[in-house]
């Protein structure tokens, strides 16, 4: 578990966009920018153009230098100039990545959150965020579909003597009467349990995968995994036996005991993002008489030794970005499958260790889920 911890840290440290030093070349720069779709209402900036460039502007007279830093941590940063009035602009040196991206603005060695855009909780803070649009974003479009609805619950765990949050998708058919399989779907180190509904739009895919027929309708609980207990640099020490007892002894529990679930191993799932990944990893091999379906987006892998009889696990789903470790990702499936294992791998093509290709691997996994 270390040898991937490692790993993991080293994808995250390499998902910055663009240093300090590069400048943007503007000869190839189309001049057709447009609002981010997450930016506060009326506000024009931050902009994206149809390339994937992404502008910054903000009002700081007073301020001698600003720079913007963009993906998980925001190290590097794109260089903003100053005009006459005090406005401060500029341009990323190249295109982003499709989807959704962290950033934040340091104005004279001060952290802050640009004011035109929304803040999602992310690098154990509230991170700006903005949103390149994808070839394929109609999966997560709001549409005129029947939709489920994502509530708050508040369950007490024994095992820390608290009381924990956690967000529940409960589908359009949920009508109080019939039962239904469940998901336990985890976020990444330095966010929490709001990742999965605001930056990933787990409840839009399922909304929509479920509108289209391709998916069963499911139960979705998305909880905090305890992951910022550990700091930037430390991921190898994380103890994940405490949420281990945390998912095992109060979690599910109460989830079985407040919603209409079917609560046995063969109707339940887990997932998860990067560290939410790992967590997965070793809950469902702590734990196996809880989940019948395991899936890990950029989290590491399983191997036929870990897992042991192909007949305790329905499917192993594995994913990554293009630029992640995908050659890993499709040999650890093959081996799985060489080993009698119902095992899938899928490569997001033209992402990193990011959400869009957490996003693509839900997409990708539900419909294989519960049958």
Not at 27 to 49: L, R, W
Request: charged letters at 20%; glycine letters at 10%; hydrophobic letters at 35%.
């Amino acid at each position: 578990m270390k040898k991937t911890a490692f790993i993991l840290l080293g994808l995250m440290c390499m998902t910055t966009i663009a240093t300090a030093q590069e400048k943007p070349n503007t000869a190839e720069i189309k001049e057709d920018f447009v609002p981010s779709v997450m930016n506060q209402p009326g506000q024009e900036y931050p902009m994206v153009n149809s390339q994937g460039y992404a502008r910054f502007r903000i009002h700081a007279p007073e301020a001698q230098s600003v720079i913007v830093s963009l993906g998980l941590g925001g190290q590097g940063g794109t260089v903003l100039a100053k005009d006459a009035d005090g406005v401060w602009t500029g341009t990323t040196a190249g295109p982003m990545d499709e989807g959704f991206h962290y950033y934040r603005m340091t104005i004279d060695g001060a952290v802050v959150n640009d004011p035109g855009t929304k803040n999602y909780y992310g690098s154990v803070r509230w991170e700006s965020g903005i949103e390149i649009p994808a070839h394929d974003q109609d999966f997560y479009a709001m549409k005129d579909v029947p939709h489920g609805q994502v509530s708050q619950i508040l369950y007490p765990s024994k095992e820390t003597g608290q009381t924990h949050r956690a967000f529940v998708y409960l589908p359009p058919q949920y009508d109080g009467k019939k039962k239904f399989p469940v998901l336990y779907l985890q976020h990444g180190w330095g966010e929490d349990e709001t990742a999965w509904s605001n930056q990933g739009h787990a409840n839009l895919i399922m909304d929509n995968l479920i509108a289209e027929g391709k998916c069963k309708p499911f139960i979705i609980v998305m909880a905090y995994g305890m992951t910022n207990e550990v700091k930037w640099g430390g991921l190898a020490s994380f103890d994940f036996t405490k949420f281990e007892r945390v998912v095992a002894n109060d979690l599910i529990p109460y989830i079985d005991s407040h919603f209409k679930t079917i609560a046995k191993k063969e109707m339940r799932a887990m997932a998860g993002l990067s560290m939410g990944g790992m967590e997965t990893k070793h809950i469902t091999l702590a734990r196996p008489e809880l989940f019948n379906y395991y899936g890990i987006f950029s989290g590491g892998l399983y191997s036929p030794e870990e897992i042991g009889d192909p007949s305790k696990v329905k499917l192993v789903f594995l994913s990554c970005g293009s630029k992640e470790y995908p050659d890993a990702i499709l040999k650890a499936t093959e081996t799985l499958k060489a080993a009698g294992y119902n095992a899938v791998s899928y490569i997001s093509e033209g992402t990193a260790h990011e959400f869009q290709a957490w996003r693509r691997s839900l997409k990708e996994m539900a419909p294989m889920l519960f049958r």
